[in-house]
């Protein structure tokens, strides 16, 4: 008889690592998958969407990976990257797209940390990626929702691929990039205003 195969707990770096390299592997999979992320989006009818699992993680400063280089051109065509924030800010990236309910759910709590960092005088620049949609798409849909804050346009889907193994597996999700330019916050699924305000407090603290 052949022995049971023992069952191994699986750490919590691991298991993230599993999970980022899975949500690459769906995002880069045949359209033919009616099920794809990438197949969502585009029929835009919100059906079968996959939610974030709402799970919240923070990095101590000392397990932080290498600066994260995110560079594109924004909704309004200006070139962006977070390379040029590096020393000064903290940069919050918020990956969204029209199609996603979660993410239309999310956008007054974003605009209104937004504004208020903004007001205080925090160094703290947010930017969005418009996930999986042509860019007229998203335009449209920031001047429906008002959002203030810019975002780049990523209709193919690949500017996550700049957070390597800690890509976010799919919208809404936000991540907080600390002066250095490391990945110091992930937020899997929608984000509350207080928890993101807390989470910005945290990183401009470290």
């Avoid at 939610?51 to 200006?78: C, F, Y």
């Avoid at 798409?137 to 193919?156: H, I, N």
């Avoid at 999700?173 to 509350?192: H, M, P």
């Amino acid at each position: 008889m052949t022995p049971a195969i023992p069952r191994y707990a699986v750490s919590r770096r691991a298991a993230l690592a599993l999970a980022s390299a899975a949500a690459l592997a769906t995002l880069g999979a045949c359209s033919s998958d009616p099920n794809s992320i990438a197949e969502q989006a585009k029929k835009g009818d919100q059906k079968g969407y996959i939610a974030g699992n709402g799970a919240i993680e923070q990095i101590p400063v000392d397990k932080r990976l290498e600066p994260v280089t995110l560079e594109g051109t924004t909704l309004d065509g200006r070139q962006w990257s977070s390379a040029s924030e590096r020393g000064k800010q903290v940069v919050v990236v918020n990956l969204w797209g029209s199609w996603c309910p979660p993410c239309i759910e999310e956008v007054p709590a974003l605009e209104k940390v937004w504004t208020d960092v903004q007001a205080q005088k925090k160094p703290v620049q947010f930017m969005g990626i418009d996930f999986r949609e042509d860019a007229q798409r998203g335009a449209a849909f920031v001047r429906t929702q008002k959002m203030t804050y810019p975002s780049l346009s990523d209709e193919s889907g690949v500017l996550i691929l700049a957070f390597g193994r800690q890509a976010p597996t799919s919208p809404p999700s936000t991540l907080i990039l600390d002066r250095e330019g490391r990945v110091a916050a992930r937020a899997n699924g929608a984000v509350t205003e207080t928890t993101l305000r807390g989470l910005i407090d945290d990183v401009l603290a470290s």
